[in-house]
């Protein structure tokens, strides 16, 4: 007895773990930038690790830079990447923008890459976590106005890093304690909007 209740509540256990994993939402850490020396994969990990913390939801980090998309309906761009974009965009339940301000808004990548898909983005939560010289908060701003026109229910709380304070001499993060607080507040809103938005798609 001792043995089969031993076994079946083995098998009963990781069978409660994997539909837990299958119920939790799968939310998207998007890396806005795409140029060399990039600072956006070290503000991602950071996210990713203190939102794999929390253990509620699944955290990918998706990066444009790796489906080489050409500009939008550019002739003879090779576009062999806009299916995979789609296909890792359309699993989503909800995002973090990881947003640097490029000339007070969002790179070219990332609005290239916001402005080659629709209904994957529609019905959505996301929220943004932003660095420049200000926060990156005029980019930030502008990716609501996008988020608007794309159906994506952005949330209210948003980590904005300072290049000067929160990054050593411009180039390694070193975020002030408080940014992580942040981080985990902006989940807290990302979480359930992304769970309640499921039930309307
Ligand atoms: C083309 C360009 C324009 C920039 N414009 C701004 C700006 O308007 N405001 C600002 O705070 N920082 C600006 N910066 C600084 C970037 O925010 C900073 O370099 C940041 O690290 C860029 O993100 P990345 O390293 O992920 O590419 C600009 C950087 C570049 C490359």
Do not use: C
């Amino acid at each position: 007895m001792g043995f089969f209740n031993n076994l079946f509540g083995t098998q009963q256990a990781t069978q409660h773990e994997e539909e837990t994993t299958m119920t939790k939402v799968n939310i998207g850490i998007i890396l806005g930038s795409t140029r060399e020396g990039r600072l956006s994969p070290q503000v991602g990990n950071w996210v990713k690790e203190l939102a794999d913390k929390r253990g509620d939801a699944n955290y990918t980090v998706i990066d444009i830079a790796d489906y080489k998309l050409p500009m939008l309906g550019e002739n003879g761009g090779d576009a062999t990447g806009a299916a995979a974009w789609s296909e890792a965009v359309a699993k989503q339940d909800g995002f973090v923008f990881i947003v640097q301000e490029y000339n007070h808004s969002i790179t070219g990548a990332l609005k290239n890459a916001l402005d080659y898909l629709r209904a994957e983005w529609n019905n959505k939560a996301a929220g943004i976590v932003s660095y420049g010289s200000v926060g990156g908060a005029r980019a930030a701003e502008h990716l609501r106005g996008i988020l608007g026109e794309l159906s994506v229910a952005d949330v209210r709380v948003h980590p904005a890093l300072s290049l000067f304070t929160d990054f050593e001499n411009g180039a390694e993060l070193k975020a002030a304690p408080v940014q992580a607080d942040s981080v985990n507040q902006m989940l807290d809103q990302v979480i359930p909007w992304a769970t309640a938005l499921k039930t309307i798609r």
